[in-house]
Nanobody, 120 residues
Framework: QVQLVESGGALVQPGESLRLSCAAS????????MGWYRQAPGKERELVAH???????DYAGSAKGRFTISRDNAKNTLYLQMDKLKPEDTAVYYC??????????????WGQGTIVTVSS
């Protein structure tokens, strides 16, 4: 019953910026950890950025200094600000969340992904 929907992916030139959004809807008591992952063709899925329930963050080495993850708990929404984009950032970006729909339950939920292409 819980769904995640990503938005904001686009075709941009190197050095430009994008902001990705992930909106959670459905039966939600609370959301614990959230994160952004990406997968390029022929490569393994990798964690890009993580944010805990207390808003502490962690980033992949390739994202440090360029990307910023944040969350708005009142809106059940996750964001990824991406600056100084490089061609190697090209991938499908996925939102992930650990959702507590009730006091006794826990769900690991994924979105369908949004495509980011960085090319001149």
């Amino acid at each position: 019953q819980v769904q995640l929907v990503e938005s904001g992916g686009a075709l941009v030139q190197p050095g430009e910026s994008l902001r990705l959004s992930c909106a959670a809807s459905g039966r939600i008591f609370l959301i614990n950890d959230m994160g952004w992952y990406r997968q390029a063709p022929g490569k393994e899925r990798e964690l890009v950025a993580h944010i805990a329930s207390d808003s502490t963050t962690d980033y992949a080495g390739s994202a440090k200094g360029r990307f910023t993850i944040s969350r708005d708990n009142a809106k059940n929404t996750l964001y990824l600000q991406m600056d100084k984009l490089k061609p190697e950032d090209t991938a499908v970006y996925y939102c992930n969340a650990t959702v507590i729909p009730s006091i006794e339950a826990r769900l690991d939920v994924w979105g369908q992904g949004t495509i980011v292409t960085v090319s001149s």
